[in-house]
């Protein structure tokens, strides 16, 4: 991926099985955020291409990601502040929905019968996250760390099979960090969805990775299993600057 000759991401590969999680790890202005908003169809890459489920997904504008079954949070919470947190998680189940401009102008039984499972299965999700108590308050009068289960909420009302985690940890404290970690798991094994996490908290994703992929300036530096990764001495460099400041 280049920007005006710049090369922000070079030649960079790698795979998620079905069922994993896995970290994506590296200093500020390494390419993890590049590298995520081009697999959510914001940018275009320059070269490559990114496969899923073994079809290209460079013919879909990013307003069709859902339909493959790709969702994301972003880090910075991006929902609508003034609605609702079931009307937030509506959202992302009417991103699945069939609906036409037609059955939804007349009210066709149809139609009606599809915004009664919506909302049940909002309704659902709400009460798996522990989100009911505030599930008719504004958004914007909610703790951040609230905030952040509404956008995981919203995420999973599209049914993703592949769910894209930017930075879920940012702004929680520790207690919630660790609370985080195990809902990433139990989403993982209880709804059978694969994780991509974009996290700097090294910590969560050490904790919780099945494999970990580290970049720095553009480029892969480390890939493989937690306990491998945290022991190379590039990464190490990367982060610390020194091998030595690691055993610090």
Sequence with gaps: MRF???????????????????????????????????????????SGDILFEGRTILDRPAHRMSELGIGRTFQNVALFQHLSVLDNVLVGAHAKSRSDFISDSFRLPATRRGEAAMIREASDIIAYLELSDVADRLVAGLPFGTQKRVELARALASQPKLLLLDEPAGGLNHDEVGGLGRLIQQIRDDRDVTILLVEHHMGLVMSISDNVVALNFGKKIAEGPPASVRQEPELIRAYLGTEAGAAA
């Design 4 to 46: 005006d000759g710049i090369v922000a991401l070079d030649g960079i590969s790698f795979e998620i099985r079905k069922g994993q999680i896995l970290g994506l790890i590296g200093p500020n202005g390494a390419g993890k955020t590049t590298l995520f908003n081009c697999l959510s169809r914001l940018y275009t890459p320059t």
